[in-house]
């Protein structure tokens, strides 16, 4: 089954403890990207790449790393959590920019 | 940077009414707008597309419309159903692909039995 998995769902850390979120997905697509989700403002992108060790920052960067080392991995790094980062977390991934196809989100609280 | 702007935030309607939710957008330069569904506890899931050389598509019930000169796009559903109830996003973009889209807010449609 094409798919989009994220990993862990769901996660509740503390201030400065560093955590990755995973995201894989199965369908060779050459792009992927993360986004997150908060009342009131949508969808705002943190980080996207175009493919293999090519990544670029979306509209929200700002204390977030991100990694493309294969084509079908892309983990959010968060290197110090704060708590403006709890948040509704999605990954998603597209064959050459075409309909984006999202995991079932990362919800993360940082206490 | 494009701006999407996504109206009303929350909407309700009776089962086998008509519901319209209604995006503006500021970069002229777009040309790709998407419509994504998101259902409770899920991913987006895009329901249906346009791009800046049709002014209208439809696809079963939902239907989307597209105003260049006043960078407006709409979203009808007619007919209808409870499980139509999720919130709807709409998005725009330049070079005609998902890459760099820019989200409206969201609505929350609820359909009333």
């Known amino acids: 089954e094409a798919q989009v998995t994220q990993n862990p769902r769901y996660l509740i850390t503390v201030t400065g403890k560093k955590l990755t979120v995973t995201c894989s997905q199965n369908?060779?697509?050459?792009?992927m990207s993360w986004y997150r989700q908060d009342p009131g403002l949508g969808l705002r992108q943190i980080y996207y790449s175009m493919n293999v060790e090519v990544t670029d920052k979306g509209d929200v960067p700002e204390g977030y790393k991100v990694s493309r080392k294969e084509k079908r991995n892309f983990p959010l790094i968060l290197e110090s959590p704060s708590p403006n980062q709890t948040s509704l977390y999605f990954c998603?991934?597209?064959?050459?920019?075409?309909?984006?196809?999202f995991g079932e989100g990362s919800r993360l609280t940082v206490l | 940077g494009e701006n999407v702007e996504q109206h009303p935030s929350t909407l309700s309607v009776q089962e086998g009414d008509s519901a319209v939710i209604k995006c503006t957008y500021s970069d002229s330069a777009s040309n790709y707008f998407p419509w994504y569904k998101q259902e409770l506890g899920k991913g987006p899931q895009l329901i249906i597309d346009i791009r800046s050389n049709v002014g209208e598509k439809k696809d079963q019930r939902i239907a989307v419309t597209l105003n260049k000169t006043a960078k407006h796009f709409s979203l009808h559903i007619t007919e209808t159903q409870p499980e139509d109830s999720a919130v709807y996003f709409c998005a725009a973009t330049y070079g005609g692909s998902a890459r760099q889209l820019t989200f409206g807010s969201g609505t929350q449609l609820t359909v009333l039995p």
């Open positions: 369908m060779n697509h050459e792009y």
């Open positions: 998603a991934s597209s064959l050459s920019g075409g309909e984006l196809f």
